[in-house]
């Protein structure tokens, strides 16, 4: 499975957010990268396509603190783009 194989130019994608871990043994951090690379590449949508990656850790190998603070990350993401009030930038 690629899902690289199924972005498609011109289309307005939503805005992502990849994670990648450069010791995980399972996913090596270069393929989210190369899907966020994509869909950088690919959409019209003028949405934010970010790529996370740490360096330290692994596949879930990292102490629970630094998983949490990984989901809240992700959660203020979320937040951010779903247009959450305490989580847009102030004007």
Do not use: R
């Given at each position: 499975m690629d899902g690289v194989q199924h972005v498609q130019k011109g289309v307005k994608y939503p805005a992502v957010m990849g994670v990648g871990r450069w010791n995980d043994p399972r996913v090596a951090a270069w393929e989210p990268g190369k899907f966020m690379a994509a869909l950088q590449a690919a959409t019209v949508s003028g949405k934010p396509v970010l790529?996370?990656?740490?360096?330290?850790?692994?596949?879930?190998?990292?102490?629970?603190?630094?998983?949490f603070k990984d989901f809240a990350g992700q959660d203020a993401f979320l937040l951010?783009?779903?247009g959450h009030k305490d989580f847009q930038p102030v004007k």
């Open positions: 790529m996370k990656v740490n360096y330290d850790n692994g596949h879930f190998t990292e102490e629970k603190i630094v998983t951010w783009q779903t």
